[in-house]
């Protein structure tokens, strides 16, 4: 079967899928045990205020629903049928729970774009403002490596991925005819806002099925014994914040430990008016050390980011927990010190956190490479970008255009980013990262131009290119394309490697600091 073949029958099932996805009514969605946690007189006007983020989709028997490894955006409801949950081997026996930082690695080939049009690049996407690959587990625990379980009506999966951005931890098929309730993110979070009944069990699920995993893949509670972990589990409290609302307020009692289940939060002190950026935590880092090790007030602010889930724990239950592990008292000594010390650089030198502070606005705290160019020694010949240009048979992959720092500056290019949500409803898996791999990579081959990646990119750094290809109705065919780090060129990125001044650097967000004081 030839690849048009296959790319016709790819972009014919993605558009079955959108014909088969019917928006939800508020008569048919009212008598469904899904809303029943919803106080009766409440419950129409949750329903209207959510219904845009649900549709009814049906799936035929042995049709795929999710795909293990695949980044998902929301959650699915049974209503009618039965689905098929499927652990395969080879991702299980890695489904160790740990965070893994991407770094390089074993990488998986992907076939060259052909045919791109140079000159032809529509920007879609840049809106409001992710560390690494992990797998946790969704489904019940007692699925064994290559093995399978059965959902029924009144069953709900997908959640855990969808409001943590983990991989989606087993493949989902229809095992009947099978019909659902698709809920996207807004909408479980509204839902869960609405009904303590639904937030109830969706705070059940995470912690017999993920919370133990979770915890574990934290240094601080790697070592602890089963007993503790499961006592954590029951003392935990599962908390969100949305964007901008304050967690904590520096000089307030301390009375709480803060594990990050999923989203970005900012650490700052406050100097007169302003703010100082002092660190951010990311999944799996934790904030309370000094209320567990010096009884004192919080040192700083907490603030989300973006939408937050936490895992929060009252400090005295925590410190009784805690009472016969004095290695976990030394490591948060340890924490505690090194984030004063953070302080204390944040408020005699606020170049610092005003560095900081640009980065989490403009999304570079959640690049795993980034491309800087030094201004004060580029001549603007544009050898990096022909090097792009010349890899990618013609069609740049980055603009040389983007954010300034003093005399730096950030091209509109893929940060490759540690919890890439462009990742999120591909409808054919064309957008991917192999476990342990940098790159975050589009397949030309499986690539349908539908422009979810493009319009899920917070940063604007996926562009849709123009093919030679043609439509029926004779419009040029247009695919996603985005800085692929130059995968399997032996010199690395071209950007970098062409440029006669040394002017282009690619680095992680945690180096940029030193690069950009270094080569100053």
């Not at 709480?256 to 002092?278: H, I, N, P, Q």
């Not at 606020?350 to 690049?367: C, F, K, R």
Request: aromatic letters at 6%.
């Amino acid at each position: 079967m030839s690849t048009a073949v296959d790319k016709a029958a790819l972009r014919e099932r993605y558009e079955r899928r959108l014909q088969l996805m019917v928006p939800a009514e508020t008569d048919q969605l009212r008598p469904l045990p899904l809303f029943s946690g919803i106080p009766e007189k409440a419950r129409d006007k949750v329903i209207e205020k959510v219904r845009k983020y649900l549709h009814f989709c049906s799936f035929a028997p042995k049709e795929e629903v999710l795909r293990e490894g695949d980044y998902g955006d929301s959650a699915y409801y049974i209503v009618e049928g039965s689905a098929e949950v499927v652990l395969e081997k080879a991702v299980a026996s890695a489904d160790t729970g740990s965070r893994p930082k991407v770094r390089g690695g074993a990488h998986v080939p992907t076939a060259q774009r052909p045919g791109a049009r140079p000159g032809t690049q529509t920007m879609v996407g840049r809106g409001a403002g992710t560390s690494s690959t992990v797998i946790l587990t969704a489904y019940p625990a007692e699925i064994a490596p290559g093995g399978r379980a059965v959902l029924g009506a009144g069953e709900i999966f997908g959640e855990i991925s969808a409001l943590s951005r983990y991989p989606v931890s087993a493949t989902v098929r229809a095992e009947t005819r099978l019909r659902l309730l698709q809920i996207r993110l807004p909408g479980l979070r509204m839902l869960s806002a609405s009904s303590k009944e639904f937030k109830k069990f969706l705070d059940s699920r995470y912690r017999e099925r993920t919370l133990a995993r979770h915890l574990r893949s934290v240094g601080l509670f790697a070592e602890v014994d089963e007993r503790v972990v499961e006592t954590i589990k029951e003392k935990a409290e599962l908390v969100s914040f949305e964007p901008g609302q304050r967690i904590a307020e520096e000089g307030s009692p301390a009375d709480a430990f803060y594990l990050v289940r999923g989203g970005y939060v900012k650490l700052s002190v406050a100097t007169g008016t302003a703010d100082l950026a002092v660190t951010y935590l990311r999944t799996g880092d934790f904030a309370g050390e000094a209320a567990l090790v010096l009884d004192e007030v919080w040192p700083f602010s907490l603030q989300a980011l973006e939408h937050v889930e936490l895992v929060k724990l009252a400090k005295d239950d925590l410190k009784k927990i805690l009472a016969g592990f004095p290695a976990i008292e030394e490591e948060l000594w340890r924490e505690m010190v090194a984030r004063l010390k953070l302080r204390g650089v944040a408020t005699r030198n606020p170049v610092s956190s005003e560095y900081l502070q640009m980065a989490m606005d403009t999304g570079l705290i959640h690049g795993e490479s980034v491309l800087l160019i030094d201004l004060s020694t580029c001549t603007r010949c544009d050898e990096c970008v022909r090097g792009c240009a010349n890899a990618h048979e013609g069609q740049p992959r980055f603009i040389r255009e983007g954010e300034r720092y003093r005399n730096w500056m950030v091209p509109t290019a893929c940060y490759q980013c540690t919890d890439p949500v462009c990742m999120m409803d591909c409808p054919t898996g064309a957008i991917t990262r192999a476990v342990g791999t940098l790159e975050v990579q589009i397949n030309p081959v499986t690539c349908i131009g539908c422009g979810n990646c493009a319009t899920r990119c917070p940063w604007g750094n996926i562009t849709m290119v123009e093919m030679d290809e043609l439509r029926p109705d004779g419009k040029h065919v247009e695919l996603a394309s985005k800085c692929d780090l130059c995968f399997g060129r032996a010199e690395g990125p071209a950007c970098v490697q062409m440029c006669p001044h040394g002017s282009a650097v690619r680095v992680s967000f945690k180096d940029m600091e030193r690069v950009i004081t270094t080569l100053r």
